[in-house]
Structure formats: C-alpha cells, structure tokens
C-alpha cells in the first residue's frame, strides 16, 4: 500500500516550466518502479515518464528532451522537470507507484491524486 501525493503543478505559458513532485508514503527503495502519467480533457491516460528502482529511464516520444524524471531516495519522492512546455502538454498529471509482490509476482499500481498543468498559448 502507497499513498501518493502530487504538487507543482499550475499555469504556464508556453516556453516555460514546471517540476512536479510526487512524494510516497514508504521508502521508494521497496518501490519497483514509479512514473508521471497525464491526462488531458477528452483524451486516454498515457505515460508521459517512468523509472524503475534501478534508475533506468523512459519517456514518451512526445516528451524527449523537455521532460527529466528524477528520484530523491532520501525524500521519498520522484520528480518530473518540465521544460519548454507546449500547450498540448495541458492535462492533469498522475503520480504511479508499481509493486511487485516477489513471493507471487503479483503487480500492484497505486495513483495519486493528480495536479493540473495548464499551458497557454
């Protein structure tokens, strides 16, 4: 079980930037992996960035090169660095927490609540 709570979110223009935050209830180190997923009015879920304990890295084509996830062990939290921000960027954004129950494999996901990001024009 892992609570999520997201914050950093807010109203930009294009251009600009943004860090969002996700800060967990437990220590990541038991965390497989973690990730940003947004979603914008209208549109599907999708995965914008993850990373997994080990440090490896992945990211939406749509985002390469603007967006950095980051994970701040000490604080429990996961970060997402937002650069050049493009108006289709505008979605609320999800933090993802992913367990794997070794004895099971048993996969777990868990959400935070979200946090907008809005980007005009």
């Known amino acids: 079980q892992v609570q999520l709570v997201e914050s950093g979110g807010g109203l930009v223009q294009a251009g600009g930037s943004l860090r969002l935050s996700c800060a967990a209830s437990?220590?990541?180190?038991?965390?497989?992996?973690m990730g940003w997923y947004r979603q914008a009015p209208g549109k599907q879920r999708e995965s914008v960035a993850t990373?997994?304990?080990?440090?490896?890295?992945n990211y939406a084509d749509s985002v390469k090169g603007r967006f950095t996830i980051s994970r701040d062990n000490a604080k429990n939290t996961v970060n997402l660095q937002m650069n050049s921000l493009k108006p289709e960027d505008t979605a609320v954004y999800y933090c993802?927490?992913?367990?794997?129950?070794?004895?099971?494999?048993?996969?777990?996901?868990?959400w935070g609540q979200g946090t907008q990001v809005t980007v005009s024009s």
């Open positions: 437990r220590s990541i180190f038991s965390i497989n992996a």
């Open positions: 990373i997994t304990s080990g440090g490896s890295t």
């Open positions: 993802n927490a992913k367990l794997v129950i070794t004895p099971t494999l048993s996969t777990y996901n868990y």
